[in-house]
């Protein structure tokens, strides 16, 4: 009923400045034009002062005299009309002239096509409001994110990178018993960022947490919250914790969040106006909630450097955990990780393999017995 109320009001205007814009139009075209007699119409024509007659089947003759002056007159149609003006030196133009009254016409005919158009529309929206149909910028501002409920992924899934597990497993502890830290009046960090080079296992690591505390996962990535319109993305941050509270206890990851916690350059304009808004909304939310909620936000980076120095303050990311290159034992545990379901020949010796996989990540290292 709203929708409907809105298009009648923008049919009911586009109507009036329609009519609005012809009577104008007309009444200016009817204003400039002289009226005189035949009569008179001779005499001009033989004192030379007639520039130019419109001859047509219309009941009025149209013409301009040589000072600019439009006037009309009866139209005698008569077959040596023409041939007698001509000889008299008078420009003969055949077809009506193009009239002010035409172009509100015509300009009137362009209103008619926006309310038709503003009619389809409406009619098309009202269809799918029936049928479940959502608004455009209801479902720009709508995530689709990974949300995992259950998760079967575990520390013992994660190979190498030993120090980056220890450092995280106080928050699964949290997470599984809120209750005893509550107890010692200690809370628990709000944000965790896992930094290091690519394929390093970052998200793997923010999965296991989840899996370890058994509590649900939320993942999404930074650019999804970057968009042209301004607002989406801090409406969709809003969503996100919104739906997180409703479950309790839970891990919500953000991959690659340098798209969307860059340093601030105080410029306002364009995509660096939506990109503020969209952090700003985010250090709100991570302020909003308190630690016994037990909601904990995992990031993850390849670039700390670039962040936001209000993302890495005390009671948002309180924590930077550094993800590095594995060394050669975690090299091997994770090539006996990704060769567990696959046959391996009699030749194959993981232990030398790990010795020369140098400076390869945890995804080259999948990759590479993927190939084999």
Known sequence: MKRKRIFLTVALVLLLAAAVVFAYYYGQSVKNIERITYVDFLEKTKNGSVKVVYLSDSPILEGELD???????????????????????????EGARNSALMSALRMALVLCIIILSVWSISRIMNRGAVSGYKDPVDKLST???????????????????????????DIVDFLKNPEKYARM????????????????????????????????????????????????GAARVRDVFKKARSLGRCVIFFDEIDALGKKRDGSASGGSDERGQTLNALLTEMSGFNSNDGIV???????????DQ?????????????????????RLE?????????????DIDLERLA????????????NLMNEA
Do not use: W
Not at 311 to 328: A, H, M, S, T
Not at 334 to 346: A, C, D, M, V
Not at 355 to 366: D, I, P, R
């Open 67 to 93: 000072d600019g002056t439009r006037f009309a007159t009866e139209n005698p149609r008569s077959e040596d009309f023409k041939e007698s003006m001509l000889v008299m030196g008078i420009r003969v133009e």
């Open 297 to 307: 936000v995992i990031a993850a980076t390849n670039r700390l450097d670039v962040l």
């Open 334 to 346: 994770i090539l006996k990780i990704h060769s567990r379901n696959k046959p391996l020949g009699k």
């Open 185 to 232: 009046g200690a809370r628990m960090p709000r944000g965790v960022i896992f930094y290091g080079p690519p394929g390093t296992g970052k998200t793997l690591l923010a999965k296991a947490v989840a899996g370890e505390a058994g509590v649900p996962y939320f993942a999404f990535s930074g650019s999804d919250f970057v968009q042209v319109y301004v607002g989406v």
């Open 310 to 330: 209000a993302l890495l303050r005390p009671g948002r990311f309180d924590r930077q955990v550094e993800i590095g290159l594995p060394d050669i034992n975690g």
């Open 355 to 366: 010795q020369q996989t140098v400076f390869f990540s945890g995804a080259q290292l999948e």
């Open 143 to 169: 995530m689709q994110c990974e949300t995992v409920k259950d998760v079967d992924v575990g520390f013992g899934d994660v190979a190498g990178n030993e120090e980056a597990k220890e450092s995280v497993k």
